[in-house]
């Protein structure tokens, strides 16, 4: 079992950078890719980004591919995102994820990550 808080969101401005924070508990969760994923009100979930087990391998989506960094720290069990010059179409809550399987893959796809935290708000104004 691996639980997920996040944690870093808030009331920003346009142009402004965040740090998103996923604190991760579990045995097996260092062994797992991880991802972010955001949901605007209204609209569906949408994959972010993602990470490997290892921290090597990465992808993001085209949002935000330039401006977001993903990284990991395995020894705090911590998963981090990076958004630099925040937009206001980036207003979402903001979810971690754990992937389903343990190993080095990385994943862009909801329905391959089982477990998921409860979603920090972040809100871009102009």
């Known amino acids: 079992q691996v639980q997920l808080v996040e944690s870093g969101g808030g009331l920003v401005q346009a142009g402004d950078s965040l740090r998103l924070s996923c604190a991760a508990s579990g045995r097996t969760s260092r062994n797992r890719g991880m991802g972010w994923f955001r949901q605007a009100p209204g609209q569906e979930r949408e994959f972010v980004a993602t990470i490997s087990r290892s921290g090597i391998s990465t992808y993001y989506a085209t949002s935000v591919k330039g401006r977001s960094t993903i990284s990991r720290d395995n020894s705090k069990n911590t998963v981090y995102l990076q958004i630099e010059s925040l937009k206001p179409e980036d207003t979402a809550v903001y979810y971690c994820?754990?992937?389903?399987?343990?190993?080095?893959?990385?994943?862009?796809?909801?329905?391959?990550?089982?477990?998921w935290g409860q979603g920090t708000q972040v809100t871009v104004s102009s």
């Open positions: 994820a754990a992937a389903r399987v343990q190993g080095e893959d990385i994943f862009f796809r909801g329905r391959n990550y089982e477990y």
